[in-house]
Structure formats: C-alpha cells, structure tokens
C-alpha cells in the first residue's frame, strides 16, 4: 500500500498525501486537499473528473515515494 493517493480535482488527476476521513477510500467531492505538486485543490468524484489527464508533476513524484517505499520494504 503506498502512503500516497490519487485525486482528481481543479482539471487533472493529482496525488496527495493528505489523511482521508477514516474507512472512506476516495476523498469526498469538496474536500481540500494538498497535491504533491503544492496545490490545495478541490476533490472531485464525479465519473467525468476521473478521466482527467495525470498531474505530471504528481506523477513524478508519486513515482519517487513508490520506489522509495518499495525499496525499504525489501530490505527488511
Ligand atoms: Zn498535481
């Protein structure tokens, strides 16, 4: 499980390390949430918004934490 998630929200799909409100997979629609590119934007989870292009910073970045974690749990 990666400590980060994706979130659509202000026209592309962003990944955020923010907590979500406890059992709920997916932040609600509304909800602020911080990007990993620096943006606090606005969740949205409508069909549509899913199918909004990655954050290529996010993606980047998403890409850096994954591999970080994914080494550290093999080395233990
Ligand atoms: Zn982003």
Do not use: K, Y
Request: aromatic share 6%.
């Amino acid at each position: 499980m990666h400590p980060f998630h994706w979130v659509p929200g202000d026209g592309a799909r962003h990944a955020s390390l923010d907590a979500r409100p406890e059992g709920v997979f997916l932040h609600p629609t509304g909800a602020e949430v911080r990007t990993l590119c620096g943006l606090d934007v606005l969740a949205d989870n409508s069909q549509l918004a899913w199918l909004w292009e990655t954050c290529p910073e996010c993606n980047a970045e998403a890409h850096r934490i994954s591999a970080r974690s994914t080494t550290s749990g093999r080395t233990r």
